[in-house]
């Protein structure tokens, strides 16, 4: 019989996200629990405006709080959290956590694969992780461009990788997780959105001061201003939170 998981936190409801209340260590740690343990478990990583998808989309909500971890993606979600009286101890920015998980998974000795991005994106990169965690070993990468989801599930198998990024945007990758869970055979996976792009060095982060001061929206937006419609959802999100909170 299957050993079962059993590390709880405690859950933060976030506009019917269900949020992991846990710090970057305390999100490793569960992660190393999890990878010791049988099972494709799949960690989501909602951002605000995720979030406000997920409120118009019972089914995509459900996929979120079905993840055996779900860390708070942005300085939007626990500003959301604090207004509904139920403050998150901070965000677990997903690509901080990837990169956490990458100096674990370099140190004792497990196996990675990447997936998505355009073609190419994910080999450059590997290259880049491989020089930043030196002993991290990618056992296979594919670009998220791909007709046939079964054939991508054969080849990330056959690599044999313990833990899997899939960086196909949401919510394509919580879908892709949810519907492969039972065939991938991987200990743990996590959805990171457009990280193999900054991983790859063809997106760049918002400088340190930006992310501190919480602006890393409005650096993204200046670099790729397309997104305004996607971040207007932001703005309606703590509005929401403030009207839910109030009618409570
Ligand atoms: N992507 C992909 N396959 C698709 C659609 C998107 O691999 O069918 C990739 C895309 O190349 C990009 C990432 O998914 O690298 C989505 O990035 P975005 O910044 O939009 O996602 P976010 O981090 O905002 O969720």
């Not at 979600?77 to 139920?86: C, D, E, N």
């Not at 991290?136 to 461009?145: E, F, I, P, S």
């Not at 899997?164 to 959105?193: D, R, S, T, W």
Request: hydrophobic share 45%.
């Amino acid at each position: 019989m299957q050993e079962r998981k059993q590390v709880c936190f405690l859950k933060i409801d976030v506009m019917g996200v269900q949020f992991d209340n846990v710090t970057m260590e305390e999100a490793m740690e569960r992660t190393a629990t999890l990878l010791k343990t049988p099972g494709a478990d799949y960690c989501v990583t909602p951002n605000a405006e995720i979030v406000y998808e997920a409120m118009q989309d019972a089914s995509f909500a459900r996929l979120l709080n079905e993840a055996a971890l779900v860390l708070p993606d942005g300085a939007g979600v626990v500003l959301g959290s604090k207004i509904l009286g139920t403050p998150l101890k901070g965000k677990v920015a997903g690509i901080e956590f990837a990169d956490a998980l990458m100096g674990y998974l370099a140190e004792n000795g497990k196996t990675l694969y990447l997936l998505g991005g355009k073609p190419g994106i994910a080999e450059l990169a590997a290259e880049n992780l491989q020089k930043k965690h030196p002993g991290l070993m990618v056992c296979g990468t594919a670009d998220g461009y791909f007709k046939e989801e079964q054939a991508v599930v054969e080849k990330i198998n056959e690599a044999k990788p313990e833990v899997l990024f899939v960086c196909l945007g949401a919510p394509k990758q919580e879908k892709f997780m949810k519907a492969h869970q039972k065939e991938l055979e991987v200990k743990f996976m996590i959805g990171l959105g457009g990280s193999l792009d900054g991983f790859a060095g063809t997106v760049k982060r918002a400088p340190r001061w930006m992310i501190r001061l919480n602006l890393e929206w409005l650096y993204r937006l200046i670099k790729e201003p397309w997104r305004l419609g996607r971040m207007m959802r932001l703005p309606k999100f703590v509005l929401a939170c403030k009207r839910y909170a109030r009618k409570r």
